[in-house]
T-cell receptor
Framework: DAGVIQSPRHEVTEMGQEVTLRCKPISGHNSLFWYRQTMMRGLELLIYFNNNVPIDDSGMPEDRFSAKMPNASFSTLKIQPSEPRDSAVYFC??????????????????FGPGTRLTVT | KNEVEQSPQNLTAQEGEFITINCSYS?????LHWLQQHPGGGIVSLFM???GKKKHGRLIATINIQEKHSSLHITASHPRDSAVYIC???????????????FGKGTKLSVKP
C-alpha cells in the first residue's frame, strides 16, 4: 500500500491567493483527518470526516478554511484567501473507525508526509 | 492549563538508557495515541490504547484511566530513537462517542551515542 498521499509537498504562495491541499487516504479507511502543525501551537486537529461526512470541524480556524471529501479516496483543504499566519505544515491522516452500540472504536491513524505551506 | 500535558519537554539520554515520557490529561477520553515525529517531519503512530499496556519491540505504552495518565517507555535507547514524541487524547463526547483529538506539546528526545 502506498500509504496516505498528500500533494503538493511544498507550496509557496502570496498572501491573498487561494491554496488547495490534497489528500488520498489509505484504501479501506473510513475516517480522514486534517491537522496543522506550527512551532507556536504544535499539532492541531482542523477537521475530521467519517464515511465522507464532516463530523467535527470545530478546529477549523476561520471561514477562510474549508474542507471537502467528495468520495472515499479524496479530500481537499482549501484556504481562500491565504494569509502569512496560515504558514504551517498540514498533515492528513486516515484510519478505520467502527461504531458499536453507540460508542465508536478508533484505530491507529496513518499520517501522510505533510504539505509545507509558506504564505508570503 | 492544557488538557494534555507532557513531561519532560526535552530529554537527553545516553545510548542504552531506559527512557520514560509522561502524559497526563484532564478530560474523559476514549483512546490515547502516542506519535513519533522524526527530525525530517514525518509522523508515525506508535500506539493507540484505551487501557492497560501495549508493547512493540523496545517500546512500551501504559495507561492508567483512573489516574488519567499514560507513559511511553523506551528500553535500551538508541540514537535512532531521537525524535519528538507526542501524546494525543481522543476526547470522549457525551454518550461515549469519539470526540476530537487534543495534543500534548511533545517531548523532544535526543539519544547520544
Amino acid at each position: 500500500d502506498a500509504g496516505v498521499i498528500q500533494s503538493p509537498r511544498h507550496e509557496v504562495t502570496e498572501m491573498g491567493q487561494e491554496v488547495t491541499l490534497r489528500c488520498k487516504p489509505i484504501s479501506g479507511h473510513n475516517s480522514l483527518f486534517w491537522y496543522r502543525q506550527t512551532m507556536m501551537r504544535g499539532l492541531e486537529l482542523l477537521i475530521y470526516f467519517n464515511n465522507n461526512v464532516p463530523i467535527d470541524d470545530s478546529g477549523m480556524p476561520e471561514d477562510r478554511f474549508s474542507a471537502k471529501m467528495p468520495n472515499a479516496s479524496f479530500s481537499t483543504l482549501k484556504i481562500q484567501p491565504s494569509e502569512p499566519r496560515d504558514s504551517a505544515v498540514y498533515f492528513c491522516a486516515s484510519s478505520l473507525v467502527g461504531g458499536l452500540a453507540g460508542a465508536t472504536l478508533s484505530y491507529e491513524q496513518y499520517f501522510g508526509p505533510g504539505t509545507r505551506l509558506t504564505v508570503t | 492549563k492544557n488538557e494534555v500535558e507532557q513531561s519532560p519537554q526535552n530529554l537527553t539520554a545516553q545510548e542504552g538508557e531506559f527512557i520514560t515520557i509522561n502524559c497526563s490529561y484532564s478530560v474523559g477520553i476514549s483512546a490515547l495515541h502516542w506519535l513519533q515525529q522524526h527530525p525530517g517531519g514525518g509522523i508515525v503512530s506508535l500506539f493507540m490504547l484505551s487501557s492497560g499496556k501495549k508493547k512493540h519491540g523496545r517500546l512500551i505504552a501504559t495507561i492508567n484511566i483512573q489516574e488519567k495518565h499514560s507513559s511511553l517507555h523506551i528500553t535500551a535507547s538508541h540514537p535512532r530513537d531521537s525524535a519528538v514524541y507526542i501524546c494525543a487524547a481522543h476526547r470522549m463526547n457525551y454518550g461515549g462517542s469519539q470526540g476530537n483529538l487534543i495534543f500534548g506539546k511533545g517531548t523532544k528526545l535526543s539519544v547520544k551515542p
